[in-house]
């Protein structure tokens, strides 16, 4: 079974949202770099949070057949990085998004508009 990325895409921010993560943006990276065609971005209130966040995003992706090509930072849960290769999710904490600011790091990529 396969995936697209855009329904791997879907599937993330949906995930993401079922554990009541805050501000979530996607940005379409196709025809900027070639890391990846979406990352999506959202910060967890508390390490619990955006441990439970990026748990959410991997369990789904491998349930509809996505394959995870890395996951880092769930001990320190300050930024979670979730690779599936096509769509990277970026999970923060909430005062390390700030910080890190990736979304203008990526500025010249378009913003997903959700549905």
Request: hydrophobic residues 35%; glycine residues 10%; without cysteine.
């Given at each position: 079974m396969s995936i697209t990325p855009e329904q791997l895409m879907a599937l993330v921010v949906e995930a993401a949202d079922d554990k009541k993560a805050m501000n979530v943006v996607t940005l379409n990276l196709q025809g900027i770099s070639l890391i990846a065609d979406y990352f999506v971005i959202c910060?967890?209130?508390?390490?619990?949070?955006?441990?439970?966040?990026?748990?959410?995003?991997?369990?789904?992706?491998?349930?509809?057949?996505?394959?995870?090509?890395?996951?880092?930072?769930?001990?320190?849960?300050?930024?979670?990085?979730?690779?599936m290769g096509d769509v990277v999710a970026h999970v923060f904490h909430r005062d390390d998004r700030e910080y890190y600011n990736i979304e203008r790091l990526w500025s010249d990529a378009k913003v997903v508009e959700q549905v």
């Open positions: 910060h967890g209130n508390s390490e619990t949070q955006v441990q439970a966040i990026a748990t959410e995003i991997r369990k789904k992706a491998e349930e509809q057949g996505a394959r995870l090509r890395g996951m880092e930072g769930m001990d320190t849960a300050r930024w979670v990085l979730v690779d």
